[in-house]
């Protein structure tokens, strides 16, 4: 499955249960028919979509431990908002939505510092107001994006990453 249909499939299957639709059935995708499955325990929902090109699991809840690769970590003192695990074959990763007190450059610069000391190259920094961006990727696949913004009092950040997504 193409990454794009990885990402709004899931969400789409979380709309349709939102709405009380079924827990499992199919839906139509540009890459062909998927088959879903919705199942909740607490606050974390987890969906399992299968088609053609193999199965993509996707476990979320504002407090699921976010399945990190090695060296990248929830900001220290963060509160996180959600967090969504996905895996795909080989490919796995994670999403994460804080909230901080920290200032964006002050986050952007953690995450810039722990990426490098785990083996990461910094590949874009991008700071435009009070948005600030740091992304790179290792040698063996490994991937991140950090995103945060201060136009608002506390400071949200986005977190991605992962392997082959």
Known sequence: MRLATVLLAPAAVLALS???SER???MQTEDGEVAYEISENGDQ????LNG???EVTVDTGANLKPDLPDGLAVYPGAKVTSASNVGMGDAAGALVSMESSDAPEKIVGWYKDKAKAAGYEIETEVSTG???IVSGKTADGREFNVV???????TTVQLTAGRGL
């Open 148 to 154: 945060a913004n201060g136009g608002a009092s506390p």
């Open 18 to 20: 939102a709405c009380g």
């Open 24 to 26: 499992e059935g199919t």
């Open 52 to 54: 053609e090109d193999g």
């Open 130 to 132: 009070a948005l600030k």
């Open 45 to 48: 929902t987890n969906v399992r």
